[in-house]
């Protein structure tokens, strides 16, 4: 099992950028690949990014493609997500999650979770 620790979340205006955290421990991280998704109340979960394993393999949701970017360390058994550009609808708890499986936009797909950061856009 691996265990998930996001950070980074916070308010940020329309057009501006946030870099969010996820630390992982337990499981060898180089092993997992890894998923952000998001979810906004009342909202289905919705997949938003996804690296494998080394890093050379990246999938993203159609609503972020060209404003996010996702990225890892293994020596510092962490990934990022950073967002650029941001806009209202982005607002939600953005969740990190691995999986020992291949790299997938499905959550399905993913075994750990993190608890969440809270992103908060204004207008």
């Known amino acids: 099992q691996v265990q998930l620790v996001e950070s980074g979340g916070g308010l940020v205006q329309a057009g501006g950028s946030l870099r969010l955290s996820c630390a992982a421990s337990g499981r060898t991280f180089s092993s997992d690949a890894m998923g952000w998704f998001r979810q906004a109340p009342g909202k289905e979960r919705e997949f938003v990014a996804s690296?494998?394993?080394?890093?050379?393999?990246?999938y993203y949701g159609d609503s972020v493609k060209g404003r996010f970017t996702i990225s890892r360390s293994n020596a510092k058994n962490t990934v990022y997500l950073q967002m650029n550009n941001l806009k209202p609808e982005d607002t939600a708890v953005y969740l990190c999650a691995a999986t020992a499986r291949l790299v997938s936009d499905d959550m399905t797909e993913y075994d750990d979770w993190g608890q969440g950061t809270q992103l908060t856009v204004s207008s």
């Open positions: 690296i494998s394993q080394i890093g050379s393999i990246t």
